[in-house]
């Protein structure tokens, strides 16, 4: 728990170092109904999931601070699948730095940081530049005491008639976010999603556990 303190901190005192251009301030919320919930190559609960979301964005120093949440509709293997994750995220330019708690209770407490408690701390660099996002992630506390990394190379390819298109190829540990047969890094995310208005179709395959799925999403 001291060293997730610790780490919150240093990332804390680094936003307000970084911070310098405000963006537009205000609550916003939304809402997204998926099919499945499929997260860097991982389905997660194998049901329709509610994907709430909530955030809100500092009028002085642009950092945005927010929660998103998935929830099943129905039960896999009698199990109902609940994510509840926190984060905050200062934009400088075309990078956005972000701290994440991602939390899966699923009966536990819902800040347990501890090596078998329910939530790991996330840091990431994102980079966003015309039709480009790149991503570079790593686990820096809670339960993921290995500390996986992940990164990702996202390019919009399509852009017409109200229609875009967008392909994406993700790395990351496969004992994380693979098989689970190795600690190598491993291809785990490739995919394309095809979207319009709110509604988002996306193909994903993960070539580390040779499972894919198809996903359609309307957003609210």
């Given at each position: 728990?001291?060293?997730a303190?610790?780490?919150?901190?240093?990332?804390?005192?680094?936003?307000?170092?970084?911070?310098?251009?405000?963006?537009?301030?205000?609550?916003?919320?939304?809402a997204?109904?998926?099919?499945?919930?499929?997260?860097?190559g991982?389905?997660?609960?194998?049901?329709?999931?509610?994907?709430p979301?909530?955030?809100?964005?500092?009028?002085?120093?642009?950092?945005?601070?927010?929660?998103w949440?998935?929830?099943?509709?129905?039960?896999d293997?009698?199990?109902?699948?609940?994510?509840?994750?926190l984060?905050?995220?200062l934009?400088?330019?075309?990078?956005?730095?972000?701290?994440?708690?991602?939390?899966?209770?699923?009966?536990?407490?819902?800040?347990?940081?501890?090596?078998?408690g329910?939530?790991?701390?996330?840091?990431?660099?994102?980079?966003?530049?015309?039709?480009?996002?790149?991503?570079?992630?790593?686990?820096?506390?809670?339960?993921?005491?290995?500390?996986?990394k992940?990164?990702?190379?996202?390019?919009?390819?399509?852009?017409?008639?109200?229609?875009?298109?967008?392909?994406?190829?993700?790395?990351?540990?496969?004992?994380f976010?693979?098989?689970?047969?190795?600690?190598?890094?491993?291809?785990?995310?490739?995919?394309?999603?095809?979207?319009?208005?709110?509604?988002?179709?996306?193909?994903?395959?993960?070539?580390?556990?040779?499972?894919?799925?198809?996903?359609?999403?309307?957003?609210?």
């Amino acid at each position: 728990m001291k060293k997730a303190v610790k780490l919150l901190s240093l990332a804390v005192a680094l936003f307000a170092g970084l911070g310098n251009t405000a963006q537009a301030a205000g609550f916003k919320i939304g809402a997204d109904v998926v099919s499945s919930y499929v997260f860097r190559g991982t389905e997660f609960g194998n049901s329709v999931a509610i994907q709430p979301a909530l955030s809100y964005t500092c009028p002085t120093t642009g950092i945005i601070v927010g929660a998103w949440g998935s929830y099943a509709v129905s039960e896999d293997a009698g199990n109902r699948h609940k994510e509840i994750d926190l984060y905050a995220t200062l934009p400088v330019g075309p990078l956005s730095f972000t701290v994440t708690d991602y939390n899966s209770p699923d009966g536990g407490d819902s800040f347990d940081f501890s090596d078998d408690g329910s939530n790991v701390v996330e840091l990431s660099v994102g980079y966003t530049k015309d039709n480009l996002s790149l991503l570079a992630a790593i686990n820096v506390a809670g339960l993921d005491t290995d500390n996986a990394k992940y990164c990702e190379a996202g390019y919009k390819f399509y852009d017409k008639d109200g229609y875009t298109a967008k392909g994406v190829v993700g790395l990351g540990d496969e004992d994380f976010y693979g098989d689970g047969d190795g600690d190598n890094i491993a291809l785990v995310n490739t995919g394309i999603s095809v979207s319009k208005d709110r509604f988002t179709a996306s193909y994903i395959y993960n070539p580390d556990t040779a499972k894919s799925n198809l996903v359609f999403m309307a957003s609210f």
